[in-house]
């Protein structure tokens, strides 16, 4: 149970404690809001996993590389050094498509149904 001498109503307008941007854009929405086409996306995603280490310490180095460019060699090249692959996974996922995920529902009860008039009741 809260406190009641402890709240404070918000103030009418603007108000410190009131944050009006809302959820932060996810990176792809943020890429595609810049003029990035999902083309030009998966294509440089495409040629950035054939790189290697080094080279994509020396594209942070490039003064001509795109925010695209940099923000994907970034991820990949903490994602490397952490020993973590859900970035790798999420490009693939991005390039190729997710794989099928297959479900089994078992069912040890009976199922049955009434046909009644051309309709199936189950």
């Known amino acids: 149970m809260a406190n009641e ?12 404690r009131r944050k009006g941007n809302g959820r932060p854009k996810k990176f792809i ?7 990035y086409t999902n083309n030009e996306i ?10 290697t280490l080094l080279e994509l310490h020396e594209l942070f180095t490039n003064p001509n590389a795109t925010i695209l460019e940099l923000s994907i060699a970034k991820s990949l090249v903490k994602g490397i050094e952490k020993g973590n692959i ?4 999420e490009i693939l996922n991005r390039i190729v498509g997710k794989p099928k995920e297959a ?10 149904f009434v046909i009644v008039q051309g ?3 189950l």
């Open 119 to 121: 309709k199936t009741i």
């Open 29 to 35: 929405s943020q890429l595609n809001s810049i003029g």
């Open 103 to 112: 479900t089994t529902i078992t069912n040890s009860d009976k199922i049955e």
């Open 42 to 51: 998966v294509e440089t995603l495409k040629i950035m996993l054939s790189m």
């Open 5 to 16: 001498q402890n709240l404070k109503p918000f103030n009418k307008g603007y108000d410190i």
């Open 86 to 89: 859900y970035t790798l996974n």
